[in-house]
């Protein structure tokens, strides 16, 4: 079996486009994480999938809410990928302009596009939890390019 470094290294040689997964809690506050495990699944029903490590701390609210947006990042969002991938989870969302479509949940105003899931279903593969959506609603700006994820590191890239 391969070593989980050289894993990891090979893996840093696929490009992946970068995205902030999200959720609206009961209380009304949000809660959300940084990912780059995202992917189309199926056109009929339109679903996609992310990947959440069992140890981050927003995964029990995205599997409880029952629903989730995901905000495709634009090249000028590096510091909303980091902000959402370290910062302190309850400052996450403080001062940022969003929006929200069907489900509630929230998403980023400045995203370069975006999608609106309900909850479809869950699977554990390993340390991580493979969630499913249903895409109830989405959208894109016809402006800007993605913020990219290359051999750990940020890039960007123009059609």
């Known amino acids: 079996m391969i070593e989980e470094t050289r894993f990891r290294q090979t893996m840093g040689h696929f490009a992946t486009g970068v995205a ?11 809660v959300g994480l940084t990912c780059n495990s995202l992917a189309s699944v199926s056109l009929d029903p339109p679903l996609v999938l ?4 069992h140890q981050a701390t927003s ?8 629903a989730f947006s995901l905000s495709l990042l634009a090249r000028d969002d590096e510091a909303l990928s980091r ?3 370290a910062a302190v989870p309850d400052l996450r969302f ?3 302009a969003l929006r929200e479509a069907v489900t509630g949940s929230p998403i980023l105003a400045s995203a370069l596009a975006w999608l609106d899931c309900s909850l ?5 593969a390993g340390d991580h939890t493979v969630i499913f959506g249903r895409v109830e609603a989405g959208g894109f700006r016809e402006d800007g390019d993605p913020l990219v994820y290359f051999r750990g590191r940020y890039g960007t890239l123009s059609p």
């Open 50 to 53: 992310f990947c959440v490590d």
């Open 94 to 96: 403080e001062g940022l």
């Open 83 to 85: 902000r959402f991938a």
């Open 59 to 66: 995964r029990a609210a995205l599997l409880e809410s029952g």
């Open 120 to 124: 479809w279903k869950t699977v554990e």
């Open 20 to 30: 902030v997964a999200a959720t609206r809690l009961p209380d009304g506050s949000f």
